[in-house]
C-alpha cells in the first residue's frame, strides 16, 4: 500500500474549515509542525488563547480528516496557542480541598502543591522505573501523588502501571488515570503503543503544555515527572513551563553515564532548579542462586559524584529481576513487594526527598538565550 504524501494531508486539511472565521487550516495558516513519516502524520493546530479548549471539535476534524486518507497508519494532532509575552495558560479549576488539610498550590496548576523531576542526561538508565517507584514510594508515606509522563518519544509509564484505554474528557479537560493509589498522564495513553511519535519541537511543546495544564489533577501534594531524557528542547520546556521545586538525577554507575548525568545535573542547576539529589540504579547486581554479589557497571561512581558536586546522595537501588519483572508485569516492586528490601530503598529516597522539600517554593524561572 502506498503510502500518503504531505501534499495529500494539506489537500484534506484544506476541506476543513474553522467554523468561526469560515476559513479551511490550510489557507488561515493554522497548520504548524507537519510530519509526514512512513504513513505516520503528526501537526498542530494554532488557535487564540481565549478560545483554548473549546477548539477540540476542531482538532477532531482535522484528525478524521486526514485519517480517512489511504495509506495513513496513524494520526495525532494537538492544538497550540501561542500568547503575548507575560501571559500564562488557562488551568483547568481543581476540585474543593479536603476539609482540614491545606496545601500551596503551584501559581499555574492549581490544586497541584510541590513539583519534582526525575531526570537524566541519557535514556537506558532505568529513569522511568525510578520515577514511577518513587512516585509510588511517596504515595506510601501518605502523599497525595500525580505522575506525569513527560517522555513524549518514549513513554513508558503505561506499561509500568498496566494501564490502558484512552482517558475521559468533556472535551475541555482530560481526567488523569488512577492506578495504585496515584493520579496519571502520559501521551502513551492517548497513541497506540507501537506508534511512533514523529513530532517537531512545537508539537513536543504543545502536548506538555496540554498534559500540564488541561488535565482535571484535582488536589495533589506531588507530582512527579519522568521527564526526557536528555537537555534538549522538552526539557527547557518543563523547567520553563513548571514551577520545579527540584530534581532528581538518575545514573548508572559507569563513567560514560556519570559525564550525561552531570549534563543534566548543569542543566537543572543553570535554571536554578534545586539538586534534590543523586541515584545510582543498576547498582550492583547479587546473584539469587550462589549470592555472588557483582558490580555490573562499576559501583559507587554516583555517589562519588554527589560528593564532588555538592548535592546529596539519595541512595543505590540494585540491577535485580525482580524490578525489572515487576516493571513489566505492571506493578512496580513497591506495590507488588512493599515489605521488601527494594522497595525499603525506594521509601528511603522517597523520604529523603520528603524533608529536602518541607517548606520549599518556586516560582518557574525566565529562561533568557545569549
Same mark, same amino acid.
Given at each position: ?12 486539511? %484544506?476541506?476543513?474549515? *474553522? ?6 487550516? /490550510?489557507?488561515?495558516? =493554522? ?10 502524520? $503528526? ?18 476534524? &482535522? ?10 497508519? %496513524? ?7 501561542? !500568547? ?5 495558560? !488557562? ?10 488539610? #491545606? ?12 513539583? /519534582? ?33 513527560? *517522555? ?17 474528557? *468533556? ?5 488523569? +488515570?488512577?492506578?495504585?493509589?496515584? +493520579?496519571?498522564? %502520559?501521551?502513551?495513553?492517548?497513541? #497506540? ?9 512545537? =508539537? ?6 496540554? =498534559?500540564?495544564?488541561?488535565? &482535571?489533577?484535582?488536589?495533589? *501534594? ?12 522538552? !526539557? ?26 552531570? +549534563?543534566?545535573?548543569? =542543566?537543572? +542547576? ?7 539529589? /543523586? ?11 550462589? $549470592? ?28 535485580? /529481576?525482580?524490578?525489572? #519483572?515487576? %516493571? ?43
Amino acid at each position: 500500500m502506498a503510502r500518503v504524501t504531505e501534499d495529500e494531508v494539506r489537500s484534506a486539511l %484544506s476541506a476543513v474549515i *474553522d467554523q468561526d472565521t469560515g476559513q479551511n487550516l /490550510i489557507d488561515s495558516n =493554522m497548520i504548524s509542525g507537519l510530519v509526514v513519516k512512513d504513513g505516520n502524520v $503528526g501537526f498542530a493546530i494554532e488557535v487564540d488563547p481565549k478560545a483554548g479548549a473549546a477548539k477540540e471539535p476542531l482538532r477532531q476534524a &482535522a484528525e478524521a480528516a486526514v485519517n480517512a486518507l489511504s495509506g495513513v497508519l %496513524s494520526v495525532t494532532a494537538v492544538l497550540t496557542a501561542h !500568547q503575548a509575552a507575560g501571559n500564562t495558560a !488557562q488551568a483547568p479549576q481543581s476540585a474543593p480541598k479536603p476539609a482540614g488539610r #491545606e496545601q500551596a498550590s503551584s501559581p499555574d496548576i492549581p490544586g497541584v502543591g510541590t513539583i /519534582i523531576a526525575v531526570a537524566s542526561g541519557k535514556g537506558g538508565v532505568g529513569k522511568s522505573t525510578t520515577a514511577a517507584n518513587l512516585a509510588l514510594a511517596l504515595a506510601a508515606l501518605g502523599q497525595r501523588v500525580a505522575l506525569l509522563d513527560a *517522555d513524549i518519544y518514549g513513554p513508558s509509564v503505561p506499561r509500568l502501571l498496566a494501564l490502558k484505554g484512552k482517558p475521559e474528557t *468533556d472535551g475541555n479537560q482530560l481526567w488523569p +488515570k488512577e492506578q495504585y493509589g496515584i +493520579k496519571c498522564m %502520559s501521551i502513551g495513553l492517548l497513541i #497506540e503503543e507501537d506508534t511512533p511519535m514523529v513530532w517537531r519541537g512545537p =508539537m513536543v511543546q504543545s502536548a506538555l503544555e496540554q =498534559m500540564l495544564r488541561q488535565v &482535571a489533577w484535582g488536589e495533589i *501534594d506531588v507530582m512527579v515527572i519522568d521527564m526526557p531524557p536528555g537537555t534538549g528542547d522538552a !526539557q527547557l520546556t518543563l523547567t520553563q513551563r513548571a514551577p520545579l521545586a527540584g530534581a532528581v538525577i538518575v545514573s548508572t554507575p559507569q563513567d560514560l553515564s556519570l559525564i550525561d548525568a552531570r +549534563k543534566g545535573l548543569n =542543566m537543572f +542547576k543553570k535554571v536554578d532548579v534545586p539538586i534534590l539529589g /543523586i541515584v545510582e540504579n543498576m547498582s550492583y547486581f547479587v546473584c539469587g542462586n550462589c $549470592g555472588h554479589r557483582t558490580d555490573v557497571f562499576s559501583h559507587g561512581g554516583a555517589r562519588n559524584e554527589a560528593e564532588k558536586l555538592g548535592v546529596p546522595f539519595l541512595g543505590d537501588i540494585p540491577l535485580d /529481576i525482580a524490578i525489572r #519483572e515487576s %516493571s513489566d508485569d505492571g506493578k512496580p516492586i513497591v506495590v507488588a513487594e512493599p515489605d521488601g528490601v527494594h522497595a525499603k530503598a525506594y521509601q528511603a529516597i522517597a523520604q529523603s526527598v520528603l524533608d529536602q522539600l518541607a517548606g520549599s517554593t518556586r516560582q518557574a524561572p525566565r529562561i533568557v538565550m545569549q
